[in-house]
């Protein structure tokens, strides 16, 4: 294919020998923008445009394949080749394989499902990415649009022949399909055993969670608004029920023709005459009763992985928060904020407390994860997770992100998508009702998350957050904030760097006999001054004569 036509036009004119209302119904199935989608076996994911001209009796189609914005050339593909030699392996967007294979069907399976990503035919990955001699680019594509019909919907990918180094290649450039087009799979392998997607350089076949959460993307998912078989009206907190209903007769009075039963069932609160998983979840007694793991878990690392370990100590705390999503928020944040530390910054007149993460944001970012979690039967199982570092938080929720909702446009004014509509709305207009806890509604800002998110972040100098999105999963990591040379530390910190400056060093148990603080209190602050490299050990990680001295 010639590199000048990424973007390719057909113009399809039916002339009518008749008038347009005599067409035969059969031709027409589907409607006019079915037509040429099923003539050319275009997925939904193809744009289409189409314009009738009655006075002309003729209908035109413009079909418009949609590639990168620019082709593929020889000065593209060569940077492109470069890194992968200089790598010595091709990548998660890139596939380089010497001829084409039955197994280039999970390839683009792989890359129609998630980000797409570019095939590169014609070169040797074991001989340095060099040219396969002998090697027919016609032969190559025309077996490459073969494999391209055999998985579901087919894969139409933009395909050019470049000259690459006295030889030509063929790529391949695999855009992502829509949601409704999702799972991509190889057709003879079946949905849920042909359905896959690029992890690093490899092709994974997607577990069936996997694959029902892509099909579950194309309607609206009710998992929410299921009955709890188990429940009953008891089991939910009479008073937040009472001001919820309240608040629902004064907006939507209509809701309430035909009495406080037919409304409670009208705003989902009850279906089949038991509780809905939503209305359990929100102001429930105690949901995890009927959901022991739908719960929020805690645990603060001395290290900046898992598996690290200081002293013996794998842990330095670690929860299991259960209760209602108000209840979750509430006690979530406050244990986030016992384990992290707080700078002090010393003005001309004014002390100002800086916290390693703005509470704000790691409410928001809670709210966010228990309201947009997946709650299906295949999720119920897990929990939120919120886990410390030393260097930063992250808070991972069960399920991705959902509808049209990406990494790249995570954020942007208008863009949001409400995975379970029913909760969210209860978030909205539930309040706390937790002894001493926070004011208000849980989530009084629907769709602006993020963007509150990232204001606090940027609003305490700190770098924005970072998104790992997967198919069933979805993290959000704030890295901790760094002190600055104005700022000092504050409660345990300011006592252990305190007790260190009156020596040449010390060992965590003369830290805590002079400071009076706990031994994991001590060994935290201890850990967080060795990664603001302002404490240095004296012995090696796991020496039992370690101690500690102020860095010079």
Same mark, same amino acid.
């Given at each position: 294919m010639d590199s000048a036509r990424a973007h390719q036009r057909i113009i399809i004119i039916l002339g009518f020998l008749a008038r347009f209302a005599q067409v035969k119904h059969d031709l027409w199935k589907g409607g006019l923008e079915a037509f040429p989608r099923r003539i050319f076996e275009l997925p939904t994911s193809f744009p289409l445009n189409f314009s009738l001209s009655f006075p002309k009796c003729y209908v035109e189609w413009e079909v418009k394949w949609e590639g990168s914005e620019h082709s593929m050339d020889t000065e593209r593909l060569e940077s492109i080749v470069h890194t992968l030699r200089l790598v010595g392996t091709d990548n998660q967007p890139t596939e380089v394989k010497s001829n084409v294979g039955k197994s280039i069907r999970e390839t683009l399976s792989a890359f129609a499902n998630a980000n797409g990503g570019?095939?590169?035919? %014609?070169? +040797? @990955?074991?001989? %340095? /990415?060099?040219?396969? @001699? %002998? /090697? +027919? =680019?016609?032969k190559a594509q025309d077996a490459l649009e073969t494999r391209c019909t055999q998985t579901t919907p087919p894969v139409r990918p933009l395909i050019d022949t470049v000259p690459f180094e006295d030889s030509l290649v063929v790529v391949a450039e695999v855009n992502e399909m829509t949601s409704e087009d999702k799972p991509c799979y190889v057709t003879d392998q079946g949905k849920y055993g042909g359905s896959y997607i690029r992890v690093g350089d490899g092709d994974i076949r997607l577990t069936q969670y996997e694959v029902d959460r892509l099909i579950e993307e194309r309607v609206q998912p009710k998992w929410d608004e299921q009955p709890v078989p188990e429940a009953q009206l008891e089991d939910l907190h009479s008073d937040t029920v009472n001001?919820?209903?309240a608040v629902q007769r004064e907006r939507r009075p209509k809701t309430f023709n035909g009495g406080t039963e037919t409304a409670m069932k009208r705003l989902r609160i009850l279906k089949d005459g038991h509780p809905t998983l939503a209305s359990l979840l929100v102001m429930g007694e105690y949901p995890q009763e009927f959901y022991p793991r739908l719960t929020v878990t805690f645990a603060s690392f001395p290290g900046t992985t898992k598996g690290s370990v200081t002293e013996g100590i794998r842990l330095l705390d670690s929860r299991t928060l259960t209760g209602t999503i108000p209840e979750l928020v509430d006690e979530g944040i406050e244990v986030v904020k016992n384990n992290m530390r707080t700078a002090a910054l010393i003005g001309e007149k004014y002390r100002s407390d800086l916290p390693d993460y703005p509470p704000i944001a790691v409410r928001e970012a809670l709210v966010n994860a228990l309201m947009h979690r997946d709650y299906s039967p295949y999720a119920q199982g897990s929990q939120v997770q919120i886990n410390m570092f030393v260097d930063r938080l992250e808070i991972t929720s069960p399920g991705g992100l959902y509808g049209g909702v990406t990494v790249r446009n995570l954020g942007e004014p208008g863009v949001s998508s409400t995975r379970n509509q029913r909760l969210s709305s209860f978030l909205e207009d539930v309040k706390f009702h937790t002894e001493g806890g926070g004011a208000g509604v849980v989530a009084e800002n629907r769709g602006t998350g993020i963007a509150v998110i990232q204001r606090s972040l940027a609003d305490a100098r700190m770098p924005p957050p970072e998104y790992i999105n997967r198919l069933d999963s979805f993290t959000i990591v704030f890295h901790r904030r760094r002190v600055a040379e104005k700022e000092r530390y504050a409660s345990a910190f300011d006592q252990v760097l305190t007790a260190l400056k009156g020596q040449a060093s010390a060992s965590t148990s003369e830290l805590v006999k002079s400071t009076?603080? =706990?031994r994991t209190a001590v060994q935290k602050a201890v850990n967080e001054l060795i990664a603001e490299d302002v404490v240095e050990r004296t012995e090696p990680l796991r020496s039992p004569r370690q101690r500690y001295r102020i860095k010079t």
């Open positions: 570019l095939i590169i035919l %014609g070169l +040797d @990955e074991s001989n %340095g /990415f060099l040219p396969v @001699e %002998g /090697f +027919d =680019s016609a001001a919820y209903m009076k603080l =706990s």
